[in-house]
C-alpha cells in the first residue's frame, strides 16, 4: 500500500558477499517432502531471512520464482496463506523452484498494512530482500543462476517495482552476473511516479525504466491499490521503453487472484477513511494464471537468458 518510504541508496558490497558461496541454509524437512524452511542472510548483513522453498519433483536445475507476500504477511498460524500456496502449486506443477520469502516474519513483524515505523522499514528493506533471495537461489546446483524470477503482491508488488528499474533501491553493487530474467506484480503498492522516486535524494519524477521484461495485473475496482496512477506510472515507462505490459481487469478488486475469498471489507485495515475491499474475481483468476504461466514460459523458459 503506498506508505512513506525512508531515504535509501543502495549500499557497496559489504564483505559477506564476497562469501556468498558459504551461504548456510537451514533445511529443516525430511527427505522427499515437498517444501522446506530455510534461511539465507539479508543484503545489510544483520537480519536472516526465512522463508519456504519448494523444488518441483524432476530433478534437473531448474528456472525459480522469488515470491514477496503482501502486507499481511506471508504465513498465519497453520502456514502460508492460500493465495501463496496455490501459486506455489502452479508455478510447482510448472516445473519452477519456488521460494516465498517471509520478510515479515523474518524482522518479527505482523501485519504492516497500516501506517508505523514497521511500514517504512519493509519498504526501505523488502527490494534487497528480493536480491538476496536471488543471490541465495543462485547458488543451488538445482537453480538454473540465469533464470530466476521475481513476483510480488500488493506490499509485495511495489517492491518488485523498486527492486528490478535501472536504479534499483536493492540491487547489490557490483550487481550480479545474472539479474532477474523477468518479474511480476499483482496490483502493486506504490505504483506511481512519486512514490518510486521517493527513495532516492537525487532521482526525479518520470524517471523509471527497467530493461527486466515486468508484468502488472490489476484491478479496475480496487480501491487499495487503484488503477488510474499506476496505469499513468506504467505508460510512461513503456514511452521510455521499459519492457513492461499491464492487464487491466474492469470488475476486479484487490485480491482478485486469492482462491474462493468473498469480496469484503476489511475494517482493521481503515487508513484515512478508507476501508479496502478484497475478494476473489474468478474469471480474472483465472486469466491471470494463463497469463502468468505464458509470460514466465517466455522469459524463464523459452526466451534467451539474460
Known amino acids: 500500500m503506498p506508505a512513506p518510504f525512508l531515504r535509501y541508496r543502495a549500499s557497496p558490497a559489504s564483505p559477506w558477499l564476497a562469501a556468498l558461496v558459504l551461504i548456510i541454509a537451514t533445511l529443516t524437512s525430511s527427505p522427499g517432502r515437498a517444501e522446506d524452511r530455510v534461511q539465507f542472510p539479508s543484503l545489510d548483513g544483520k537480519t536472516t531471512l526465512s522463508g519456504f522453498l519448494s523444488r518441483p519433483p524432476q530433478g534437473e536445475p531448474a528456472a525459480a520464482i522469488v515470491m514477496l507476500h503482501g502486507c499481511s504477511g506471508l504465513v498465519s498460524r497453520t502456514g502460508p496463506f492460500g493465495i501463496y500456496r496455490a501459486w506455489r502449486d502452479l508455478l510447482i506443477e510448472a516445473g519452477y523452484v519456488v521460494l516465498m520469502v517471509d520478510s515479515a516474519g523474518s524482522r518479527g513483524f505482523g501485519q504492516t498494512c497500516t501506517a508505523g515505523p514497521e511500514r517504512r522499514r519493509m519498504w526501505a528493506e523488502r527490494p534487497g530482500d528480493a536480491y538476496a533471495a536471488l543471490a541465495f537461489l543462485q547458488q543451488q546446483a538445482f537453480v538454473r543462476p540465469e533464470r530466476v524470477g521475481l513476483m510480488g503482491w500488493s506490499q509485495g508488488g511495489g517492491v518488485v517495482l523498486l527492486a528490478i528499474p535501472a536504479r534499483s ?15 511480476i506484480a499483482f496490483y502493486p503498492g506504490a505504483c506511481s511516479d512519486r512514490l518510486q522516486s521517493q527513495p532516492f535524494v537525487d532521482s526525479p519524477p518520470q524517471s523509471w525504466t527497467s530493461t527486466i521484461p515486468l508484468l502488472v495485473l490489476q484491478g479496475e475496482a480496487d480501491n487499495w491499490t487503484p488503477a488510474r496512477p499506476c496505469q499513468a506510472f506504467l505508460r510512461g515507462a513503456q514511452e521510455r521503453k521499459a519492457p513492461v505490459t499491464l492487464q487491466l481487469y474492469p470488475a476486479a478488486a484487490h485480491g482478485f487472484d486469492a482462491p474462493n475469498v468473498t469480496v469484503h471489507a476489511i475494517e482493521r485495515y481503515r487508513e484515512n477513511g478508507r476501508v479496502p475491499v478484497i475478494g476473489t474475481d474468478p474469471a480474472a483468476r483465472d486469466d491471470a494464471r494463463l497469463r502468468v504461466r505464458d509470460f514466465l514460459n517466455t522469459h524463464l523458459q523459452g526466451g534467451p537468458a539474460r
Open 169 to 183: 533501491s536493492g540491487r547489490p553493487s557490483p550487481a550480479p552476473a545474472h539479474d532477474f530474467a523477468g518479474a
